[in-house]
């Protein structure tokens, strides 16, 4: 097994990739690959391989200390300042200012103090050290003698921050200070002082990670100074009655113009709900969030943020922003801190947007050595191939069949929901949400019987039901089930109300298997695009996660049999879970996680299928089932 | 006539000046002293050396390209961007980068473009460089081979600055471009962009410079591309029924806690209905302004923003910030473009504010070679003595006298106040206001009355009217109006009424010259004391720099006769005018110059007064009117 490095995809991609300089971090021996140009810090950091600092690498904190022991980077002005001539020539630079311009060694002196960490996401550490802290601060009395201004005198006592001050914060400044007899805890997310509290309220720090989906979102309140989440709350998003899918939504909002107002507020609603029950549910004052993260979709993300969506919805499908601008919790009505700031994923593309950036700081595809497939599939499906050196993206517009929309007895993964059928010689098996009776097939369900009549062989490679008499001498047990309604071959999977009523069962219809028969070769296609692109064979890949509400319930198995994954061993296709809200948790405990993931800006090609030469016949080639 | 340098004061100042580095540009040969540390570029901005760049300093635009020829500056590394190895061996640096830690000469190459400059201040040639700016960009339209973001796409074609987004600026900027024709305008204010407009509109580019006075607000509309004031507009703060001066003003919000919110908004609505009026005259859109510039007080600044005065109002005079932080127009609910920008002058301290740091940048205090004294009389009396290589302030509490509040027959410089008073052989010449019949005094008036009556032998050198038998002798032609009314006695300016009715008359009284006896006394301590701390005698000063409305009205013959300013040549005692205004003009018009306001902070030190052993002997002293 083989996989891809940066310098053999030269050969075989027409696109390079960007060039990459190696360093080497002693005394752990680790080594790491980043574009030039990154300080040694932030490779450090991305890598997970810690170096003191208090102020996240703004050149203010001089703690990063770190020798050059090969190779060389330019001394910065800072550097001048930390350390001597002596120090210098022997190699010695501030981390965060220091430029990777060529392969060096460094040597990373041992933490002075070591940081906490939580395991977030699939089963990663992370390092805490979040964006939002609480300094207590016990401050002299001005004097005649000592007329610093009050910022100042606060600011003084933060040195190793370099921060901007929210103009909100000195309206009271003066009366609080002088209240609290100039004992207060300064609170500060990112390079911002957003409040100046009386006393020591050091012991609560809250945060909230939004999964923002098109169908659901999810809160968690995290404690940042332990990392610990404190709540969990889910509801639909309440911009449903505008369409189940983001294009149903963008078409909304070119038809009545204030549809976007309507729904950005919708999407408002909905986090100031989960936000003010996940509070609740912990017993926390709302006041004390200081920081939101948001994962979401570009579409959820630009209706959210009240921009106007349309040109994601039409060809050539452009983003306002792929990273956004500031924004405030207020900006989205949020009834947390009255100046906590939000951070919100970056996105790769129309269709590649920041729940997947989330999803890949999650599940580590950037810092992983080995080649991984990343599938989170939906409505739309968007597909990473790659590994720590190299990442490529793309969407395929799978449609509604997986979330049972276009399926005749298709329903959610809701209670009554058929999840999970396996054909046994002796009959049907079926796994059923709740313990009750079938009322439909979700689409976990839909996958696993597609590819268990495949598998039985009474469907056929091109996707079509086989005659009565074939069915009947390959699967006697099963084959009285396919029937016909109207003019079209269905199979019940369950009988419901008089015997023999097939209107009244739970079945599967020819064209509810042309349905996933598009969504599998729009998937495939998608995949198959990008190991081209890379100039990979599907074996070449290690492993395959299959992330999202969907993905995670699906039996790897069956979308193996299906060809909705690459055949690989059943075992090296994993389902990965919420990776969208385990990132935005990541990214609210980790300055350093949330740098990786706007790096993944960088590190991630798009690449779009829909102009694609050769793309309809790939296209055909995937309706196809596997043998 | 000497000065003294930062080394002499060394040696008689309590205080170590800060150290200087020496820097001497070609080719114009122009030596400045600057702090260790400063930027290459703003020591030549600062001192009027022009620069090329188009960023402004932010290292973006990579034009500010000098040569090191003798000491040496760091390498940045963005000059191994910028320049090849041996470029950087010739001493080849970005000025912007580039920091003065030595002694150095620096080789400037021609502008490029000449830039354009305009007068402002005190004679002052500015130029021309605001930090709004607008940029007219023809951008290729996205296409599936192209899908570049849509602020991508505008930031691409500005790639010579690092522009932050303001999120409003994504909600309607697809449907902007496409609207367009991706033919837009771009609006930029510092380092962010405030608004992407259809067309071309770089033909207009507004600003307005607002003197944030605490009786008088003046704003000034200016056309940014050419620096020339398309129209001005003064009213009376509408704060006014608070109290004449910021001490009854910060008193009012001690006794009312509704009274900040009532005084923010009534400064508020000083602002916009100034901002209207301009922008009407001038026949312009409010929305055309894209940045304002306010220079007042610490009180004025701190109650329009909403921020507690209380704090300066109360020993120790503590104020919330000197440097403000970012400030939005829509914080002071203006009228103009819903994203523009203010420039708010920083204060040295609670009763040396904006106002005076704008005053100092106009009149040059900070480049001059010569040694100046910079008076702004009012009820509360700025001053500020030095020169280019060192300045000191003060501030003294003068009380209402100039204001015309606590003379018995005082009035403000209306139609009908009496502005001139000259005392001959004769008898009396008055100048009036208006060209009217006498209504009272005002306080240029005052100074000369007194000054008048000292000179004549009415008054003695401890401030008391001399007796009839004295007057008499010394000044027949006058000595009638000195007279009696109830037990105090007074000096008649003006008849009125009945033939000897004094109370009906315009008049000076013995308790008047005691009011006007105890501001001369506070402000002629303050420059005193700042004389000691630099080790000068009054001799040393080269020119007064008499500055305010109030200021600027004064006869400098009867200041100097009174001792309100030192004993000088009258030629050297000369009124600079509104010059808070006009800084808040050259705010608007030059980065350079607000980067030079921004960096006065600094370079003034604070002399606290109000704490100072000796001042009570000191005052006493100056009670006394010169010989």
């Not at 069956?558 to 809200?581: C, E, Q, T, Y």
């Amino acid at each position: 097994m083989t996989h891809a490095t940066a310098d053999q995809l030269d050969g075989v991609s027409q696109h390079t990739p960007p060039a990459r300089v190696e360093l080497s971090f002693q005394p752990g021996g680790q080594r790491v690959r980043v574009p030039p140009g990154v300080t040694l810090f932030d490779a450090a950091s991305w890598n997970g391989i810690a170096i003191d600092s208090t102020c996240g690498g703004h050149g203010t904190c001089k703690k990063c200390k770190v020798r050059i022991i090969e190779g060389s980077a330019p001394v910065s002005p800072l550097d001048a300042r930390a350390f001597s001539p002596d120090e210098l020539r022997g190699g010695w630079r501030l981390a965060c200012r220091a430029v990777a311009e060529g392969d060096a060694q460094v040597e990373v002196p041992p933490l002075v103090t070591r940081p906490k960490a939580a395991t977030v996401g699939v089963g990663r550490q992370v390092i805490l050290r979040p964006a939002a802290q609480k300094r207590y601060l016990e401050l002299t009395e001005p004097s005649l003698a000592d007329q610093q201004t009050d910022i100042e005198r606060v600011l003084a006592a933060l040195d190793d921050l370099e921060l901007r001050v929210d103009l909100a914060v000195l309206r009271g400044l003066g009366q609080r200070l002088r209240a609290a007899d100039f004992k207060v805890t300064a609170v500060i997310v990112d390079d911002v002082l957003i409040d100046v509290q009386a006393g020591d309220t050091t012991d609560r720090l809250l945060g909230i990670a939004f999964d923002l989906g098109t169908t659901t979102v999810v809160a968690t309140l995290l404690d940042l100074s332990t990392g610990t989440p404190l709540a969990v709350s889910s509801m639909l998003n309440k911009q449903q009655p505008f369409g189940a899918d983001v294009i149903t939504r963008i078409s909304a909002t070119m038809l009545d113009p204030a549809a976007l107002d309507t729904m950005s507020t919708l999407a408002h609603e909905t986090l100031a709900e989960l936000a003010a029950e996940v509070c609740a549910q912990a017993g926390a004052q709302p006041a004390e969030v200081a920081e939101v993260a948001v994962a979401g979709n570009a579409t959820m993300t630009h209706i959210a943020l009240g921009i106007d969506p349309e040109p994601l919805g039409v060809a050539p499908f452009i983003m306002a922003a792929r990273e956004l601008p500031e924004v405030l919790a207020t900006d989205l009505d949020l009834p947390v801190h009255p100046r906590a700031r939000t951070f919100m994923f970056p996105a790769f593309g129309a269709y590649v947007g920041g729940d997947i950036t989330a999803g890949l700081l999650a599940s580590g595809m950037n810092r992983d050595a080995r080649t991984r497939l990343f599938i989170d599939i939906g409505t739309n499906c968007e597909i990473v191939l790659g590994n720590r050196d190299w990442l490529l993206a793309t969407a395929a517009p799978a449609g509604p069949a997986f979330e049972g929309a276009a399926i005749r007895c298709g329903m959610r993964a809701a209670d009554g929901a058929i999840e999970g059928v396996s054909i046994t010689p002796d009959g049907l098996m079926l796994t059923v949400i709740g313990d009750r009776e079938p009322a439909g097939l979700c689409g976990s369900g839909l996958v696993d019987a597609v590819a268990g009549l495949v598998k039985a062989g009474l469907l056929d490679h091109s996707g079509r039901l086989v005659p009565d008499d074939l069915a009947a001498e390959l699967a006697p047990a099963i084959a009285p089930r396919l029937t016909m309604l109207g003019a079209e071959r269905v199979f019940v999977l369950h009988w419901l109300g008089e015997p023999g009523d097939v209107a009244a069962s739970v079945y599967l219809s020819q064209r509810d298997i042309r349905e996933l028969q598009f969504a599998k070769a729009a998937i495939a296609t998608g995949w198959h695009v990008l190991l081209d692109e890379a100039g990979l064979a599907a074996g070449d890949i290690q492993q395959v996660l299959l992330a999202g509400s969907f993905g995670s319930y699906l039996s790897p198995a069956s979308a193996i049999a299906l060809g909705l994954v690459p055949r690989l061993p059943v075992l090296r296709v994993v389902s990965a879970g919420n990776v969208a809200g385990e990132g935005a948790k990541m990214a609210l405990l980790s300055m350093r996680e949330r740098a990786a993931a706007l790096a993944l800006l960088g590190e991630v090609r798009y690449v779009e299928l829909s102009d694609r030469d050769g793309f309809n016949d790939a296209f055909v080639d995937q309706l196809r089932f596997p043998d």
